[in-house]
Nanobody, 115 residues
Framework: VQLVESGGGLVQPGGFLRLSCAAS????????VSWYRQAPGKERESVAR????????NYRDSVKGRFTIFRDNAKTTVYLQMNSLKPEDTAVYYC?????????WGQGTQVTVSS
């Protein structure tokens, strides 16, 4: 049972990245999946969440209109499309699912927004 993030990197302000969260070992399509981030010296915060069918999503206010969360249940993957990136988006990004009482986290992927 695991989540594996990928797609992070260094990007200039105004640029874009697409993060992926690949799931395995559980019936992925039944579960809500979330993206969180943690910047140095700050608490981990929720960024976006998507419900099992993909029809319901929510976002923290600071990323609304710039980030899009979506999922491909056939590929057991959740994506986070991040556009118009800002330096304050710099953080380690994690995906999360609560599976049968287990709070499942990936290892994280670093996103750095800098000129």
């Amino acid at each position: 049972v695991q989540l594996v993030e990928s797609g992070g990197g260094l990007v200039q302000p105004g640029g874009f990245l697409r993060l992926s969260c690949a799931a395995s070992g559980f019936p992925f399509s039944n579960y809500v999946v979330s993206w969180y981030r943690q910047a140095p010296g700050k608490e981990r915060e929720s960024v976006a969440r998507i419900w099992s069918s993909g029809g319901i999503t929510n976002y923290r206010d600071s990323v609304k209109g710039r980030f899009t969360i979506f999922r491909d249940n056939a590929k057991t993957t959740v994506y986070l499309q991040m556009n118009s990136l800002k330096p304050e988006d710099t953080a380690v990004y994690y995906c999360n699912a609560k599976v049968a009482g287990l709070d499942l986290w990936g290892q994280g992927t670093q996103v750095t927004v800098s000129s």
